[in-house]
């Protein structure tokens, strides 16, 4: 499975849950899985937050190879789910790639505490707050992944 996760800028949100995805794919023994991040902005070459880095490393992965870039048609259309931060993130997509709209997904969907996921909160965007704003954010993130992780939606075609 092709997985594509997307934020705005891809230095903060994306790129941390695409990491903490492989990780954890990589711990899980499923190794036969793409995972890729994109923003909807199309900022290239761009390293993540040094906050992004910080908390990256405290959660037991590195970013630092990470180089931000857009979203393209190419990894929408490789891609067999794709997991946004935000409902406008999933709009945009939809509107551009119409024919893929049925793989976007909400992370925040997945996350346990959401018991309705038509009703999932965005996650909200870190950048230019404290570090601890880092740290809420990608306790989100990574309980959204986590969730993703034992849904079962990891093993559909």
Same mark, same amino acid.
């Given at each position: 499975m092709e997985i594509l996760v997307v934020c705005s800028g891809n230095i903060c949100r994306s790129p941390y849950a695409a990491g903490y995805l492989r990780f954890r794919l990589q711990s899980l023994g499923e190794n036969g899985h793409g995972v890729d991040s994109a923003g909807t902005l199309g900022i290239m070459g761009s390293p993540p937050s040094p906050e992004t880095l910080q908390v990256a490393q405290e959660s037991g992965f590195e970013l630092k190879e990470h180089r931000s870039k857009g979203v393209t048609f190419e990894g929408v259309d490789e891609a067999d789910v794709i997991l946004v931060m935000e409902d406008l993130h999933r709009s945009e997509l939809a509107q551009r790639y119409p024919e893929d709209q049925d793989k976007i997904h909400l992370l925040s969907e997945f996350h346990p505490a959401i018991k309705e996921? #038509? @009703?999932a909160p965005d996650i909200f965007d870190p950048i230019g707050l404290p570090l601890e704003e880092y740290r @809420?954010?990608?306790s989100l993130v990574r309980d959204a992944v986590d969730g /993703?992780?034992? #849904?079962? /939606?990891l093993q559909r075609d």
């Amino acid at each position: 499975m092709e997985i594509l996760v997307v934020c705005s800028g891809n230095i903060c949100r994306s790129p941390y849950a695409a990491g903490y995805l492989r990780f954890r794919l990589q711990s899980l023994g499923e190794n036969g899985h793409g995972v890729d991040s994109a923003g909807t902005l199309g900022i290239m070459g761009s390293p993540p937050s040094p906050e992004t880095l910080q908390v990256a490393q405290e959660s037991g992965f590195e970013l630092k190879e990470h180089r931000s870039k857009g979203v393209t048609f190419e990894g929408v259309d490789e891609a067999d789910v794709i997991l946004v931060m935000e409902d406008l993130h999933r709009s945009e997509l939809a509107q551009r790639y119409p024919e893929d709209q049925d793989k976007i997904h909400l992370l925040s969907e997945f996350h346990p505490a959401i018991k309705e996921p #038509s @009703r999932a909160p965005d996650i909200f965007d870190p950048i230019g707050l404290p570090l601890e704003e880092y740290r @809420r954010c990608f306790s989100l993130v990574r309980d959204a992944v986590d969730g /993703y992780l034992t #849904s079962g /939606y990891l093993q559909r075609d």
